[in-house]
């Protein structure tokens, strides 16, 4: 099948067009604002790579056309991001997945995967999250994405174009920019630690995060192009660490002993963060294979390898 994969040169999406290349035809189209070419280069030869933007209706109509499924990754990812300048956030995050979901639905597109995200939730107290839960989003990044989240549904009722929103959780993996200042907490403990320095956490660290490693989000994704399931799902590992305990983990398995430092909590961040994934599981399929320990060693891994 013809299958595109926006943000394609970003973390999670190069690695889901890694994966897809091995049975399908793929597209990958990225602006490269975040995604990096890097990140391609050992398949580039067996994808087509289209440099271009989601905020250009007409490029995503020429190139969705004769597609099965869209898996729509690219975003500006990261709240801090959007707090500092909502308007982009707005225009990549909402504009841009509507856009999307236009081109699909014109081009007679079968399915559309949106990558939705845990920061629908907030911070009820509540644990773990449902995806029937009442949404509280508290940063602009979270109302963009639950945003796109209510675009995929209107255009399933009204269209009956088929999409799957996934909520990711904590993702991490190989390719996980580090250097970025707003990267995820993972690849900047990872890198940080690696080089001798010590890791620095917002807030307390008693936050507690349900962190995803990148070959099970793949996965899932896989998984809600294949079958027929429609609607919201949480994916994630089903468990919760804390940023504490997170860096302590890193340190035994690079053998580094370093404290962390503290630095003020950051706003619209959340406090904790768990998923009930048993919709993925049984809608979906979908299996973590991944418990944080395999994860992280094989993230340490590469990050070791690739500094």
């Not at 841009?96 to 699909?104: D, E, K, Q």
């Not at 403990?189 to 490693?213: H, M, N």
Request: a neutral charge.
């Amino acid at each position: 099948m013809k299958i595109i994969v926006t943000g394609g040169a970003g973390f999670i999406g190069s690695n889901l067009a890694e994966e897809l290349m091995k049975r399908h035809e793929v597209t990958v189209i990225d602006d490269l604002s975040t995604g990096r070419i890097e990140n391609l280069e050992s398949i580039m030869s067996r994808i087509d790579f289209i440099r271009g933007s989601i905020t250009d209706l007409e490029l995503l109509k020429r190139e969705f056309a004769g597609a099965d499924t869209i898996f729509h990754q690219a975003a500006i990812a990261s709240v801090q991001s959007s707090v500092d300048n909502p308007v982009a956030s707005n225009e990549a995050n909402i504009s841009g997945t509507l856009n999307v979901l236009v081109a699909a639905r014109d081009c007679k597109v079968r399915k559309v995967v949106y990558a939705s995200s845990s920061a629908a939730y907030g911070n009820d107290p509540v644990l773990p999250k449902r995806e029937e839960m009442r949404p509280n989003p508290l940063s602009p990044y979270a109302v963009s994405k639950l945003a796109g989240e209510y675009y995929c549904q209107a255009f399933s009722e009204v269209y009956g174009l088929k999409t799957a929103c996934l909520r990711y959780f904590n993702v991490y993996g190989p390719r996980q920019d580090p250097n970025s200042q707003y990267a995820a907490v993972i690849p900047r403990f990872i890198t940080r630690i690696l080089a001798g320095k010590a890791p620095v956490i917002y807030g307390d660290g008693e936050q507690t995060r349900d962190f995803a490693f990148v070959q099970d989000v793949v996965k899932a994704n896989i998984l809600a192009m294949e079958g027929p399931a429609e609607g919201v799902f949480n994916v994630a590992c089903g468990c919760r660490v804390s940023l504490n305990e997170l860096a302590a983990k890193i340190m035994r398995i690079t053998k580094m002993s370093i404290a962390p430092v503290y630095e003020a909590a950051r706003p619209g961040d959340v406090r904790d963060s768990l998923a009930d994934i048993s919709r993925a599981r049984r809608e979906l399929g979908y299996e973590p294979e991944y418990d944080l320990e395999m994860g992280l060693e094989k993230t340490v891994e590469w990050f070791a390898k690739h500094r």
